[in-house]
């Protein structure tokens, strides 16, 4: 079973709609990241959260809202989605200590018609 | 500002052939540096991670090489297959700032048979 999991996987929506995508993981580790990545772009920070009552605006935090429901779990929202938002996001995880090595998982391609 | 920039941008060689590609960072102070293969339209997997001290860090056929002095990091693929085709990605880990990391836009390798 993979690492770090994200649902779902792919989502096509309507400007103005929420949307909701979600991240488990069974590393065990603190600290969760959201990424989004446009096509043949870099990667860039949205939140980011070092533990379960932490949480940390990146670089792109506008338009975009995060819980962390539990060390395991981080979710983030968008409430009212925009074109310009189709992008992939990428969920990673990393520890506390140590290298800060984040291990990503598999992305949400979305798409806000 | 802490900066990552990554050369080239993109690349194209024939299979069995190697190539390096190259990393400057103004990340300072510098805690680590990590190369991450990215495979189109999947989450970055770590190849390497190097600290100050290191100045070569081998993975199979990818060696990356770190020059804190000058700022610099290589990645060379020896003997590339059609499966390196990937976006490269040079991150930098500061000691402060939590921690945080910064992304290089990438380099887009294609490798052609």
């Known amino acids: 079973d993979a690492d770090v999991t994200q649902t779902p996987r792919n989502r096509i929506t309507k400007t103005g709609k929420r949307i909701m995508l979600e991240c488990s993981q069974t590393?065990?580790?603190?600290?969760m990241y959201w990424y989004r990545q446009d096509p043949g772009l870099g990667l860039q920070l949205i939140y980011y959260?070092?533990?379960?009552?932490?949480?940390n605006k990146g670089e792109i935090s506008d338009g975009y809202s995060v819980s962390r429901q539990a060390q395991a779990k981080f979710s983030l929202s968008l409430e009212s989605a925009i074109p310009n938002q189709t992008a992939l996001y990428f969920c990673?995880?990393?520890?506390?200590?140590?290298?800060?090595?984040?291990?990503f998982g598999p992305g949400t391609r979305l798409t806000v018609l | 500002k802490n900066q990552v920039e990554q050369s080239p941008q993109s690349l194209i060689i024939l299979e069995g052939k190697n190539c390096t590609l190259q990393?400057?960072?103004?990340?300072?102070?510098?805690?680590?540096l990590r190369w991450y293969k990215q495979d189109t339209g999947r989450g970055p997997v770590s190849l390497t991670i190097m600290t100050f001290s290191e100045n070569t860090k081998s993975n199979g056929r990818y060696t990356a090489t770190l020059d804190a002095d000058t700022k610099q990091s290589s990645l060379h693929i020896t003997a590339s297959q059609l499966s390196d085709s990937a976006s490269y990605i040079c991150v930098v880990s500061a000691k402060t700032n939590a921690g945080k990391s910064t992304f290089g836009d990438g380099t887009t390798l294609t490798v052609k048979p």
């Open positions: 990393c400057n960072y103004t990340v300072s102070p510098f805690s680590n």
């Open positions: 990673a995880t990393s520890e506390r200590s140590g290298s800060n090595e984040q291990f």
């Open positions: 590393k065990g580790h603190d600290r």
């Open positions: 959260s070092f533990d379960v009552k932490d949480i």
